[in-house]
């Protein structure tokens, strides 16, 4: 079974702060993803990576940039926390050499930025 | 450009009814077509691909190319199908992007 993990369920941040959101998977995948969850918006793609150190805008880059130094990490950075950045994080790892671009999706992160 | 759209926010059913949450894509290509499903405190995991052409949990959705529909079925709804669905359209290539749709949630109502 792919699992993908995220460091944290839930986290609260101070408007301003930096803030490092990770995700580990475990099945090699070349692929990995991050993704804004908000009702009524669906998921929007914020960034994701093809290759180590290689990365990619997705549809909302802005307030964000991303870090993968090693295949299986891929870490969402949030420069300068701002309170709409409150949002659902999702994680997300591929393998399209394997004939689908099916995606495995971690538990997801909810940060609050007061 | 590459869209997928699911009209519906939310869709109130009983117990027994049918269920069909919509699905329309745009793309010029061949697409390959998923249903992901999200259960309340759960991953976002996901149902059933169009080229599989299988039945998960009693869900069906046949690829309507001339219609651009990718719409999701069940003949009889039950409580433990209330959850959040989305339809994801794959543009292809390596990236292995999707596109999701709005989400549509499901309540089955008892």
């Known amino acids: 079974d792919v699992k993908v993990t995220q460091s944290s369920r839930y986290l609260v941040k101070r408007t301003g702060e930096k803030v490092f959101l990770e995700c580990v998977q475990d099945?090699?995948?070349?692929?990995m993803f991050w993704y804004r969850q908000d009702p009524g918006l669906g998921l929007r793609l914020i960034y994701f990576?093809?290759?180590?150190?290689?990365?990619e805008k997705g549809d909302i880059p802005e307030g964000y940039s991303v870090s993968r130094e090693k295949k299986e990490r891929f870490s969402l950075i949030l420069e300068s926390a701002s309170t709409n950045q409150t949002s659902m994080y999702l994680c997300a790892s591929s393998f399209p050499p394997s004939g689908t671009h099916e995606q495995f999706f971690g538990p997801g992160t909810r940060l609050t930025v007061l | 450009a590459q869209r997928v759209t699911q009209p519906e926010k939310l869709l109130s059913v009983f117990k027994g009814a049918p269920v069909e949450l919509k699905c329309n894509y745009s793309?010029?290509?061949?697409?390959?077509l998923f249903w992901y499903v999200q259960y309340s405190r759960q991953r976002l995991q996901l149902l059933l691909r169009?080229?599989s052409r299988e039945s998960i949990k009693g869900f069906t959705a046949d690829l309507n190319k001339g219609e651009t529909s990718f719409h999701l079925k069940k003949p009889f709804a039950q409580e433990e199908d209330s959850a959040m669905y989305y339809c994801?359209?794959?543009?292809?290539?390596?990236?292995?992007?999707?596109?999701f749709g709005q989400g549509t949630t499901l309540q089955v109502k008892p």
């Open positions: 099945m090699d995948h070349e692929n």
């Open positions: 793309y010029s290509g061949s697409p390959e």
């Open positions: 169009h080229i």
């Open positions: 990576s093809y290759d180590v150190k290689m990365k």
């Open positions: 994801a359209l794959s543009g292809g290539g390596n990236t292995g992007k999707l596109i």
